[in-house]
């Protein structure tokens, strides 16, 4: 039994593929890792300033980022990255005039930037969802305490509607994480991109299989240890026994 | 020439555009019952199934939850191009058969939907109160009766917003398909912007396309939520 098991699985995957081409896999999933962790960093930076603008009593403001989300979660990610990346050549000469083209050339400078709006978008929506959810009677109990604006943010707002936030920005993270193997379309060399690559060379459907793992094995480690952050951040909120 | 004769001109690429949204619609809705069906039998096997079968389900929703969309299409296309290839050999050498990109596409995104909406049918199943099944069973309705006609009607109404959010990953989705041989709305974009030069003319046309169909969605589910809350609110 388990001698047929290992039979077949060593006709499924091919050990020698991984001794040949298991460098490139790891260099993917660096360059994966890299693109996840500034697009994901500089999203987060991004998605407040949108969530307030959405939040604003400013008519024409919230419209404006009522929009901008509405696009960036209305419209598939492939279509985003390839408006930049093909639409910046299009544009070339006013890229160049004021000296972005050489950005723009760049597919890893395309995904960073199409990655980082599109999760600023669905960020801010968590955002605004994690402060809406904090109760309104808080904010009037400081206001009447004298807390400034800027304290009833800090103490009062944010230290619960980050904790209410923390499992979908985690999703949205594990997005990411899963979005980013588009960046292989646009000839990013990430894990997806070299999986892809090593297919093209050896035609060995196997590599495939190794890649899945690899991904696998990263998604469940953040799903994990996001379910031990939640758990220790939140453990006041649990009823003691 | 302008952007209007681009789109609309007798010479233009509205149609092929046109074309290919259709095709992502009818992606998109072939898709849907096969992967929400799926996704219910995955959840009502993880809840009531024995233990190894559970387990299977559990990987099967772990492993297509935890890998890019877009590789678990590769590897489902790839895997059943190998497959059709091991069969033709064996059943009649020398003959050929290519995959359809579509055909794959509808399997591989069962399967990801499928993964997706068991968590949302498990969680909704867990929502209908437990006296709900044991009255019904107290009245004389069989198992099955006791199912199809008490818990899924409750279940479906819990599970719609999930199982409506997944309908738009399903819909944005389809899009990956552009990277095998079909001509959805995507690749069409694609075709018209290369024999054009005018990719910022044509992807924004079809991501506003993209959009018109997101809030078509959107209305349509308020819609049948709506429908399906039958007073509760």
């Known amino acids: ?135 309104k009677g808080q904010i009037e109990a400081a206001t009447a305490l004298g807390l400034g604006r800027y304290r009833i943010a800090r103490h009062i707002i944010w230290p619960q509607a980050l904790l209410v936030a923390l499992r979908p920005l985690g999703n949205e993270l594990i997005g990411v994480i899963k979005a980013s193997a588009l960046a292989a379309i646009v000839t990013m060399l990430d894990l997806m991109g070299q999986t892809r690559f090593v297919f093209a060379r050896t035609f060995d459907f196997s590599v495939y299989l190794y890649a899945a793992v690899m991904y696998l094995i990263l998604t469940e480690a953040i799903r994990r240890l996001w379910g031990r952050l939640e758990r220790s951040l939140g453990r006041h909120l649990r009823p003691r026994i | 020439m302008s952007w209007l004769s681009l789109l609309f001109g007798p010479d233009g690429w509205g149609g092929l555009l046109l074309e290919g949204a259709v095709v992502t619609i009818l992606l998109a809705v072939i898709t849907a019952p096969f992967g929400f069906a799926g996704g219910l039998a995955v959840a009502v096997l993880k809840l009531a199934a024995p233990r190894p079968v559970r387990a299977l389900c559990e990987a099967y929703t772990t492993f297509f939850r935890g890998i890019p969309d877009l590789l678990s299409l590769f590897i489902v296309y790839f895997g059943l191009q190998a497959l059709i290839d091991r069969i033709a050999a064996a059943l009649a050498p020398g003959v050929h058969l290519q995959l359809d990109a579509f055909a794959a596409g509808v399997v591989a995104l069962s399967i990801i939907v499928s993964a997706y909406s068991s968590e949302v049918w498990i969680a909704a199943l867990g929502a209908v109160p437990r006296g709900q099944r044991e009255a019904a069973r107290s009245l004389g309705l069989s198992p099955r009766d006791t199912f199809v006609l008490v818990v899924l009607p409750q279940t479906l109404r819990i599970a719609l917003p999930g199982l409506g959010n997944i309908w738009m990953t399903l819909l944005k989705d ?13 690749r069409a974009a694609s075709e018209a912007s290369r024999n054009t030069t005018r990719p910022l003319l044509f992807y924004g046309a079809a991501g506003a396309v993209y959009l018109a169909i997101s809030i078509v969605s959107g209305i349509a589910q308020a819609a049948l939520e709506r429908r399906f809350d039958g007073g509760h609110s």
């Open chain 1, 1 to 135: 039994m388990l001698a047929t098991l290992s039979a077949w699985l060593a006709g499924i995957l091919d050990i020698d593929l991984l001794r040949t081409y298991g460098w490139r896999l790891i260099e993917g999933l660096k360059v994966t890792l890299q693109i996840v962790a500034i697009s994901c960093g500089l999203g987060f930076l991004l998605a407040y300033p949108i969530c307030r603008a959405r939040m604003s009593k400013h008519a024409a403001l919230a419209t404006g980022a009522r929009c901008y989300i509405a696009f960036f979660r209305g419209t598939p990610l492939l279509c985003q990255l390839y408006l930049v990346y093909y639409g910046a050549g299009e544009i070339r000469a006013a890229l160049t005039s004021v000296g972005l083209w050489a950005l723009f050339r760049e597919a890893y400078f395309c995904c960073l930037l199409t990655f980082t709006l599109n999760t600023a978008a669905y960020q801010a929506e968590i955002m605004r969802g994690a402060i809406a959810s904090v109760a």
């Open chain 2, 174 to 186: 389809t899009s990956l398909i552009s990277t095998l041989a079909a001509m959805d709305l995507l």
